[in-house]
C-alpha cells in the first residue's frame, strides 16, 4: 500500500492484537467478580459494570449462564475508556499486593513464635491482646513438637489461619 502525498498512513492494530486486548478485558472482569465487595467499591467502577457483576454473581452457574455474563462484562470493558481501565487494574493489583504484604507480616509473627523462646510468646501476645493465650501456646508448643519430630506442620498451619483470622496485622 502506498502513501499517497498529503495522505497518512494509518496504522491499524491487527487481529491477533484486538484478540489480546479483549483477552485482557476478559482477565479483567474475571477478576473483579471475584474481588470482595470492598474491593470493587475501591474501584470506583461505572454503574452499568456494576450491574453486570452483580448479575454475574447473581446467576447460576448452569447452561454457561456465568460464561455468557462474563463475556458481556468484557465488551462493557471494552467499552470503557483506556485511563478507568488502567485505574480499575491499579487499585486491583494494589488490593493484592496489600493482601501479599499482610501475608507475609502474619507468616513472619507464625515463625517467630515457634523458633523463638517464651518472651517472644509473651511479648505478641501483650502486643496483641484479642489473641487467646492458652490457644497461641498450645498452638505454638504443637507447632514446636512437630518440627522436632519432622511430622507434617499441621499446628503450625493452624496458628497462621488463627494469626490470620484475629489479627489485623
Known amino acids: 500500500m502506498r502513501k499517497k502525498p498529503g495522505e497518512e498512513l494509518v496504522i491499524r492494530p491487527n487481529k491477533s492484537q484486538l484478540k489480546?486486548?479483549?483477552d485482557a478485558l476478559q482477565n479483567l472482569g474475571e477478576q473483579l467478580t471475584r474481588a470482595?465487595?470492598?474491593?470493587?467499591?475501591?474501584?470506583?467502577?461505572?454503574d452499568h459494570l456494576l450491574a453486570a457483576i452483580a448479575e454475574y454473581q447473581r446467576l447460576p452457574n448452569?447452561?454457561?449462564?456465568?460464561?455468557?455474563?462474563?463475556?458481556?462484562?468484557?465488551?462493557?470493558m471494552r467499552d470503557l475508556d483506556e485511563t478507568t481501565i488502567e485505574r480499575i487494574h491499579a487499585q486491583l493489583n494494589r488490593n493484592v499486593e496489600m493482601e501479599k504484604?499482610?501475608?507475609?507480616?502474619?507468616?513472619?509473627?507464625?515463625?517467630?513464635?515457634?523458633?523463638?523462646?517464651g518472651d517472644v510468646v509473651t511479648s505478641v501476645l501483650n502486643a496483641h491482646p484479642q489473641l487467646d493465650a492458652q490457644i497461641v501456646n498450645q498452638l505454638v508448643r504443637q507447632a514446636r513438637k512437630e518440627q522436632e519430630e519432622d511430622f507434617a506442620p499441621t499446628a503450625s498451619r493452624k496458628l497462621f489461619r488463627y494469626l490470620r483470622e484475629t489479627l489485623d496485622v
Open 20 to 22: 489480546r486486548e479483549s
Open 36 to 46: 470482595t465487595a470492598s474491593d470493587i467499591k475501591k474501584c470506583d467502577l461505572p
Open 62 to 76: 448452569k447452561h454457561g449462564a456465568q460464561r455468557r455474563q462474563m463475556q458481556f462484562i468484557g465488551k462493557v
Open 101 to 117: 504484604r499482610r501475608f507475609q507480616r502474619i507468616e513472619a509473627l507464625r515463625d517467630s513464635l515457634i523458633n523463638s523462646d
